[in-house]
């Protein structure tokens, strides 16, 4: 299976003059979207938290996180932003695919809007 990229638009949801776009790696993996620090902070968006993240590796480690509009397929969604490292390639979450009802389609490498977005869990709890 090959990687799903889209265009993406950070704004800062208090200046939202402030923006930066960059092409995102889709990752279904990932619950928050992840954004290279020195691009946040270029925006203004300043750290509100700060909690432990697993990597794909295994290992866990902890990160700064902020609040940010995400802009993407002509839809707006407001999200956690993950401040990495200055080089790390920007990563777009699950809950931000979820939120814009936005799912990927892994035969096609391709984003596909859903005809509803859900409301309820897929599976009974």
Known sequence: MGA??????????????????????VDTGAIDSLVPRQHL???????????????????????????ARIEFMDEIVAGRVVFAEDDTEPLLGLTALESAGIEVDPRNERLKRLSAVRLKSLTPV
């Open 4 to 25: 799903t990229h889209v265009n993406v638009i950070v704004r800062n949801p208090a200046d939202p003059d402030r923006t930066w776009e960059s092409e995102f790696l």
């Open 41 to 67: 902070e270029a925006i203004g968006i300043a750290p509100v938290g700060r909690r432990v993240y697993e990597l794909a590796d295994g290992t866990s480690r902890p990160y700064d996180h902020g609040l």
